[in-house]
T-cell receptor, first 115, second 114 residues
Framework: GAVVSQHPSRVICKSGTSVKIECRSL??????MFWYRQFPKQSLMLMAT?????????EQGVEKDKFLINHASLTLSTLTVTSAHPEDSSFYIC???????????FGDGTRLSIL | SQQGEEDPQALSIQEGENATMNCSYK?????LQWYRQNSGRGLVHLIL?????REKHSGRLRVTLDTSKKSSSLLITASRAADTASYFC??????????????FGKGTKLSVIP
């Protein structure tokens, strides 16, 4: 089955640090990847859609300068949380799909804690 | 905006019993998907049902879709302790901008007691 690998699984860092999270599709090519944020006991909130070779599409209310997304290849998308602050602490999850209308395959998430 | 709304928010049952979770949505969809999330992990796709389908089975899972009522149900038969997780429905549809997106509900937290 399709496997998505997300790293790191956990990050603890000081306020002001920039944090990069990687999302890789291991056994399939993903022209589109998605980045979600999940608060405790809440649903997934779509942050942005990452398209290979083009700019990401951000959802309303998501700061594109704060959450930088790069989809440099068909198997890798990165999310960089720039100058992270405690309010950015959350669970970030990426996913990828093979094609439109197909199931999404999720990474295991990254628990980000900003002190 | 969130479209799928699961019901109940939490469900606790004994091992061996059946678990039923419901999902309601508001607008037209292309398909509806159910996912499972173990605590602190990513989501695992369980089953996808298309808008022109009414019922689908996969192992101990049974999903129904009623587009006239804009609702879906997920039934897990003969539950096991390992089924303990949060279950999310997600509606797949094209947005106003023409892009296809999945919109997740808030989930049902299922606890199966051994």
């Amino acid at each position: 089955g399709a496997v998505v690998s997300q790293h790191p699984s956990r990050v603890i860092c000081k306020s002001g640090t920039s944090v990069k999270i990687e999302c890789r599709s291991l056994d399939f090519q993903a022209t589109t990847m998605f980045w979600y944020r999940q608060f405790p006991k809440q649903s997934l909130m779509l942050m942005a859609t990452s398209n290979e070779g083009s700019k990401a599409t951000y959802e309303q209310g998501v700061e594109k300068d704060k959450f930088l997304i790069n989809h440099a290849s068909l198997t890798l998308s990165t999310l960089t949380v720039t100058s992270a602050h405690p309010e950015d602490s959350s669970f970030y999850i990426c996913s990828a799909r093979v094609g439109i209308g197909q199931p999404q395959h999720f990474g295991d998430g990254t628990r980000l804690s900003i002190l | 905006s969130q479209q799928g709304e699961e019901d109940p928010q939490a469900l606790s049952i004994q091992e061996g019993e059946n678990a039923t979770m419901n999902c309601s949505y508001k607008t037209s969809i292309n398909n509806l998907q159910w996912y499972r999330q173990n605590s602190g992990r990513g989501l695992v796709h369980l089953i996808l049902i298309r808008s022109n389908e009414r019922e689908k089975h996969s192992g101990r899972l049974r999903v129904t879709l009623d587009t006239s009522k804009k609702s879906s149900s997920l039934l897990i038969t003969a539950s096991r302790a390992a089924d303990t997780a949060s279950y999310f429905c997600a509606t797949g549809a094209y947005s106003g901008a023409g892009s296809y997106q999945l919109t997740f509900g808030k989930g049902t937290k299922l606890s199966v007691i051994p």
